[in-house]
């Protein structure tokens, strides 16, 4: 098992891909897009050092507590951190989750690139939304993704394509109260529905 830099986490999230969701952010990337949604996951820096290991267990009791569908992973930058991650994807796999996973890279760069680990977690994914959020080519139709530069890949037969505009899914965004006074905010907010949630952890 690996370590992985966490930026944060939602056990039960329905604004980041289909259906109910645990949402997983990473932290640290190279980009530095103009209106980039989580400026403050960009530094390489410590924030939580978990082991893949860990993850996989609140995946596993999201998926007892809330009868999650799957499992999404942003950032930051996911692909600099596939070699945890794809073991996380793998046990989503092993136990019947989805997974979805957002990259700033386009799939070309990722073939060409060799980042480590990258065939691994694409390997392990169900949904692949690749490209960087491109301030001026914003989205109004599509679900979950920012920009219209932004490509859905259906690596594997979990989802159907056209699920992207499906507007059954919610194109809300969450708001969250944490305990300790603290708030997260997640979801694109472009689409701006509000759901508030007070929430014991997430
Ligand atoms: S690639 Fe994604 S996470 Fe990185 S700066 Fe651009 S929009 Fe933000």
């Not at 596993?60 to 692909?79: A, C």
């Not at 996380?88 to 019947?96: N, S, T, Y």
């Amino acid at each position: 098992m690996s370590k992985i830099n966490i930026a944060d986490f939602i056990e039960n999230t329905e604004v980041e891909g289909p259906g109910k969701r645990f949402a997983l952010w990473v932290q640290g990337c190279f980009r530095r897009c103009p209106g980039c949604c989580n400026p403050h996951y960009l530094d390489f820096v410590p924030r939580t050092i978990v082991e893949s290991e860990q993850i996989c267990k609140l995946i596993e009791d999201s998926k007892n507590k809330h009868g999650i569908e799957g499992v999404t992973l942003l950032g930051g930058e996911p692909m600099l951190q596939a070699r945890g991650l794809s073991e996380i994807a793998k046990f989503c796999r092993e136990i019947g989750l989805s997974v979805m996973t957002f990259t700033g890279y386009s799939l070309e760069e990722l073939k060409s690139e060799n980042i480590p680990y990258t065939d691994e977690l694409l390997q392990y994914t169900d949904l692949l939304v690749d490209g960087a959020f491109e301030e001026s080519k914003k989205e109004e139709k599509r679900n979950w993704v920012g920009s219209t530069n932004q490509r859905f890949y259906f690596l594997t037969d979990f989802y159907k394509q056209g699920i992207e505009y499906d507007e059954r899914f919610s194109h809300g965004i969450e708001l969250r109260i944490r305990p300790d006074g603290s708030a997260i905010l997640n979801g694109f907010p472009l689409q701006a529905e509000v759901v508030l949630i007070h929430s014991a952890h997430n």
